[in-house]
């Protein structure tokens, strides 16, 4: 029942509504002023508090966008274990959950429910996506097999389950450690620096025997005076 509905004015006389009217409707002048007054200041308040907490705003920003990657890479890996080895749960942390779903093109429908493809009606007409849904979903349910009308050809439609991994936060804090260190991280040892030792003996200069003299005896055709 709206407002409007809810007030009793059956005792209020032509003129009393009408002059009602009219004082009412200066005060709808002052009530929208103070309305447009107040939200301005509440936009101005809220662009002060976004100022003065930026750093905070900017961080939950943050927080809040890495975590939305963190969920999406681990339902994928969930989802893909799955794929692999048909598992619908891992440990308590994690879960797929199989969703029923119609598959089909709407125009192969449309096209088998009159049995030839009729060029105008193919441009006009379009399957009712949810009635056609609960219908097929619901012999799914009931445990009934895809429903065909005798007279027409097999309905170019399929049921699948269509899989959705799901985190449960209560199961998380009982996954095990597998933590490893990332390859990123390296190790680097204590490297001793390492000099070729050379051993050097001092000579004494002085000490070492005289060459002997070199004497060179020569042909007399080969004196040049």
Known sequence: MSEQSELNLSDLSVEQLQADLNVGG???IGLREAKEITAEADRKAYAAYKEANKDVIEAASKAKA???TAETRQRALMLELYRRTGDTKH???YEIRLTPTAQYEPSDIVTWMLR??????????????KAFDEWLLGAK???GAIPVIPFCDPLPALVIDKPAAAILSAGLKDLPSTMKEPDAVIHVATVEEVREAIAVTVVDLDALPAPEPVTTQMEPDAIPF
């Open 91 to 93: 440990l308590k942390a």
């Open 116 to 129: 030839a493809p009729m060029l105008m009606a193919l441009r006009f007409l379009t399957v009712n996506a």
């Open 141 to 143: 349910k009931s445990g």
């Open 26 to 28: 200066h005060a709808l």
């Open 66 to 68: 890495s975590l939305e």
